[in-house]
């Protein structure tokens, strides 16, 4: 019975049961990271506020986004997907997340950045109750890891209001 | 492979590959790359398997000592009746 065929396959196995546990464990040492990511948005301009023919307001900002996300990153972090939402709310909802710009970061060297835009989907309200609004944006991410969990966190910064008029 | 090469590549194995794992583990998580973890680990489960699988000379240190067949022949075995000895047979096979 113990021939090459057996040994071999008791090898194997064994081999990737341990790999297993490795990926476990590696999974497990993301706990001990403590991240302290800091964001900081501008609305530098808004550059049309507008009622669309469907009666929904829409609204196209000028963004700069900065953000040092560099702490997130572990010895076991494959990328990390960040989005920016503008979040208000409204009399029909009491949470609307509208996303403005994403990015996905595939390495600690770019994880500190800077970009200015405008607004890479469009702002849209379900209705029109964007005139005078107050909203925060929230930077969300999710760290995908190369092996286990995944783990997501959001920055809230607030302080931020549409024009009382469309333009 | 012999009994007792057997129970050491058995243990040999286990052991490499744990030790393999545990270093690999660690230097992974020291330098902080998960590519030279899996590198190390590949590596000692390939010394594991070329140690431990093929039938090497080392495994055969301890060969079992049969009776020889002239010595046999001059104890013969009490027959009791056919069917226990061709049953005995059968399970001297199997050995």
């Known amino acids: ?167 | 492979m012999d009994w007792q090469g057997q129970k050491r590549a058995e243990i040999l194995m286990q052991i490499m590959l744990v030790v393999s794992a545990v270093a690999a583990f660690g230097v992974g998580y020291t330098i902080g790359s998960f590519r030279t973890m899996m590198l190390a680990y590949a590596g000692g489960v390939v010394l594991t398997t070329l140690i431990t699988v093929p039938n090497w000379p080392f495994f055969n240190r301890h060969p079992l000592k049969w009776l020889d067949p002239s010595e046999a022949e001059r104890h013969p075995k009490p027959h009791v009746n056919s069917a226990a000895a061709s049953s005995k047979k059968k399970a001297a096979k199997h050995k």
């Open chain 1, 1 to 167: 019975m113990h021939s090459f065929g057996y040994r071999a396959n008791a090898v194997v196995t064994f081999a990737v049961t341990i790999l297993a546990v490795m990926c476990g464990m590696a999974s497990l040492s993301d706990n001990f990271n403590s991240p302290s990511p800091t964001a900081d948005v501008k609305v530098l301009n808004i550059n049309w506020f507008q009622k669309q023919p469907n009666g929904n307001d829409e609204v196209s900002l000028t963004l700069n986004i900065s953000a040092d996300l560099s702490s997130l990153f572990t010895w076991n972090t494959k990328q990390v997907f960040v989005f920016l939402a503008a979040e208000y709310e409204t009399p029909q909802n009491a949470l609307n997340q509208v996303s403005l710009w994403d990015g996905i970061i595939q390495s600690k060297e770019h994880a500190k950045f800077w970009i200015h835009t405008t607004n890479k989907y469009r702002f849209t309200d379900q209705g029109n109750n964007l005139r005078g609004k107050d909203f925060n944006l929230t930077l969300h991410w999710h760290i995908m890891p190369k092996t286990g969990k995944m783990f997501a966190d959001k920055i809230v910064m607030t302080g931020y209001s549409l024009p009382e008029e469309y333009r």
